[in-house]
């Protein structure tokens, strides 16, 4: 997916729309978006604005991003698209989420099933705002059914910090595979690792506001854990009865105490 990349700057904001001069290295536009319908019209009939329509789904997510933060006049907002991206939507984590990173390429799939036969991780994070400590665990699974636990105790951190870790930590130890599934309670990092991670990548890992993306250096370590693989993602509802999820949340507590 080649990457489209191109700057908004905040011209005017009203109750209805906010109006932007919309800019890349060879051509430049005047942008009105429709804060209540979500519309987007164009001075121009130019090939950049062309490409705005073309990819007009993640011009509304970056706009509505935007909108719930401090958004001012003036404001410079760099946008990236990937023409065609798959994005995902809640109803989507109710199957099992494909990232196939092989061959250079970004594929995104969904199946009612999950893949057989492969080698699998669990993982959980947690933090205790009491003592401050916070930790993950989780366990790798081979097809044959042999399980290696793995746990670690932090100190200060957050629950999403502590997530990603746990899969990092899984992906790590699962190294040699080029197939994995991932199985984590956390929307979080799936929709960090399926689709985030790829913009903020040619963004030089800054959000669309500009600011720092947190946890960069650690999106950063999932995304090359990721590179050349075939990782199937499931989402697991925490608390839901699921034994194996129920048994990391356990080791992912146990070492908020430590």
Same mark, same amino acid.
């Given at each position: 997916? %080649?990457?489209?990349?191109?700057?908004?700057? $905040?011209?005017?904001?009203?109750?209805r729309y906010i109006s932007c001069h919309i800019f890349n290295t060879s051509e430049d536009n005047k942008l009105r978006y429709d804060i209540t319908t979500g519309m987007v019209s164009l001075t121009k009939q130019n090939l950049?604005?062309?490409?705005v329509r073309k990819n007009l789904h993640q011009l509304q997510k970056i706009? *509505?991003?935007?909108?719930?933060?401090?958004? #001012?006049?003036?404001? $410079?907002?760099?946008c990236v698209f990937l023409e065609g991206f798959p994005f995902l939507h809640d109803h989507t984590f109710h199957k099992f989420i494909r990232?196939?990173?092989?061959?250079? *390429?970004?594929? /995104?799939?969904?199946s009612?099933?999950?893949?057989?036969?492969?080698?699998?991780i669990y993982a959980d994070g947690s933090c205790n705002p009491d003592t401050r400590q916070s930790g993950f665990g989780g366990f790798i699974e081979t097809p044959e059914g042999v399980t290696e636990p793995f746990h670690q105790s932090i100190s200060g951190g957050s629950s999403n910090l502590m997530e990603l870790l746990a899969i /990092?930590?899984?992906?790590?130890?699962?190294?040699?595979?080029?197939?994995?599934? $991932?199985?984590t309670d956390s929307r979080f990092v799936i929709r960090g690792l399926v689709q985030w $991670?790829?913009?903020?990548?040619?963004?030089?890992?800054?959000?669309?506001?500009?600011?720092?993306? %947190?946890?960069?250096? #650690?999106w950063q370590q999932a995304y090359r854990l990721c590179e050349g693989k075939y990782i199937e993602f499931?989402? /697991? %509802?925490? #608390?839901?009865?699921?034994?194996?999820?129920?048994f990391c949340h356990l080791l992912a507590k146990s070492a908020t105490e430590s």
């Open positions: 997916m %080649k990457p489209v990349i191109f700057t908004l700057c $905040v011209e005017n904001i009203d109750d950049l604005a062309a490409t706009l *509505r991003s935007a909108l719930t933060g401090n958004l #001012h006049l003036g404001q $410079v907002i760099n990232l196939d990173r092989r061959n250079n *390429r970004i594929r /995104i799939t969904t009612d099933s999950g893949l057989v036969n492969v080698h699998k /990092i930590e899984g992906l790590q130890r699962l190294l040699p595979q080029n197939t994995i599934q $991932v199985n $991670v790829h913009f903020w990548k040619h963004n030089n890992w800054q959000t669309a506001h500009g600011r720092h993306v %947190k946890f960069a250096e #650690h499931q989402w /697991i %509802k925490g #608390h839901s009865g699921n034994v194996e999820q129920e």
